[in-house]
C-alpha cells in the first residue's frame, strides 16, 4: 500500500485491515513515497518523520502490517513502475504482490511512468474512496480508457481479467471520512486531531511541531 502518509491516519490503516482479510493477504506492506511525483512539496513532512509515524501506527499490529523504507533508497523521482521491478527482481520473487491503491489515485494511472508494466509485476487491488465513490462500470471506464477495452469482470470474486494482465480487484472498504491533507488543515487552525489518526502518531506530531506552518518550497 503506497501513498504518501503525511500523516498516516485511521482511514488508511481501517482499508489495509479490511482488504487484508477481503483478499486474504499474508500481510500488508505499507510503503510511503519519498518524493511524490503527484504531488507539491508544500507541507510535506520529510521521509523520516512520514516514516517513524507509520512506523508508530502499525507498532501493535505487526508482523501483519509491515513497513518499507524502499523508496527512500532508490534515486528520485519514485515511479510505481520502478519501485515494482525492484520489488519483484529481488531474490523473494516467490510472492504475489498486490498494489493497494485508491480510486481517487488509481483514476489517474494512466499519467503514470510506465503504466502498463504496472499491470504485469502486480494485481491491483483499487478500492472506492470517500468523495469519489466509483462502482465497477466506472472502473471498467478508466481500465478501457487506459489499457484500451478488453478487460472481463469477474462478478463472483469481484475483479476484471484480461489475457495479457494480472487481475484487477474491485474493492469498497468501509469509508473513514479522514484525509491528511483535513489532518494538516486541522492542525494549522490549532484544532484537535485526536481519534482521526492514533495516538502515538499525534504525540509524535505534537512533540515535533509537525504542519504548524506551510513549509515554503522556495526556501532551503
Ligand atoms: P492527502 O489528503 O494529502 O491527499 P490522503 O489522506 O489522501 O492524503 P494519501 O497518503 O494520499 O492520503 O493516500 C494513500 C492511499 O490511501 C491512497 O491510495 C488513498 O486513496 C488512500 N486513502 C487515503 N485516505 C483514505 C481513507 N480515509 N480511507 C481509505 N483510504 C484512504
Ligand atoms: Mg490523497
Redesign the pocket.
Known amino acids: 500500500?503506497?501513498?504518501?502518509?503525511?500523516p498516516v491516519?485511521l482511514?488508511?490503516l481501517?482499508?489495509a485491515e479490511e482488504i487484508r482479510e477481503r483478499l486474504k493477504l499474508d500481510k500488508i506492506v505499507f510503503m510511503p513515497a519519498a518524493t511524490p511525483p503527484h504531488?507539491g512539496l508544500t507541507d510535506l513532512a520529510s521521509f523520516d518523520d512520514r516514516l517513524e509515524m507509520l512506523r508508530l501506527a502499525i507498532e501493535d499490529r505487526k508482523p501483519v502490517f509491515e513497513l518499507s523504507d524502499l523508496e527512500g533508497k532508490l534515486v528520485p523521482p519514485n515511479y510505481t513502475a520502478h519501485t515494482l521491478k525492484v520489488m519483484t527482481s529481488g531474490p523473494n520473487t516467490d510472492h504475489h504482490i498486490y498494489f493497494?491503491?485508491?480510486?481517487?489515485?488509481f483514476k489517474n494511472i494512466g499519467s503514470w511512468h510506465d503504466y502498463r508494466s504496472i499491470f504485469t509485476m502486480a494485481s491491483l487491488a483499487v478500492?472506492s474512496?470517500?468523495g469519489d465513490e466509483v462502482e465497477p462500470s466506472g472502473l471498467l471506464e478508466t481500465l478501457d480508457c487506459t489499457l484500451g477495452p478488453g478487460s472481463v469482470w469477474a462478478q463472483k470474486d469481484s475483479f476484471f481479467y484480461r489475457n495479457d494482465l494480472l487481475p484487477v480487484y474491485f474493492l469498497k472498504?468501509s469509508?473513514?471520512?479522514?484525509?491528511?491533507?483535513?489532518i494538516?488543515l486541522s492542525l494549522k487552525a490549532g484544532q484537535s486531531i485526536r481519534y482521526l489518526t492514533p495516538e502515538p502518531v499525534r504525540q509524535y506530531i505534537a512533540a515535533r511541531g509537525l504542519y504548524l506552518k506551510t513549509r515554503d518550497k522556495n526556501k532551503a
Open positions: 500500500m503506497g501513498g504518501t502518509f503525511n491516519h482511514g488508511h481501517r482499508a504531488k493497494i491503491v485508491g480510486f481517487d489515485s478500492y474512496r470517500h472498504p469509508l473513514l471520512q479522514i484525509s491528511s491533507s483535513s494538516r
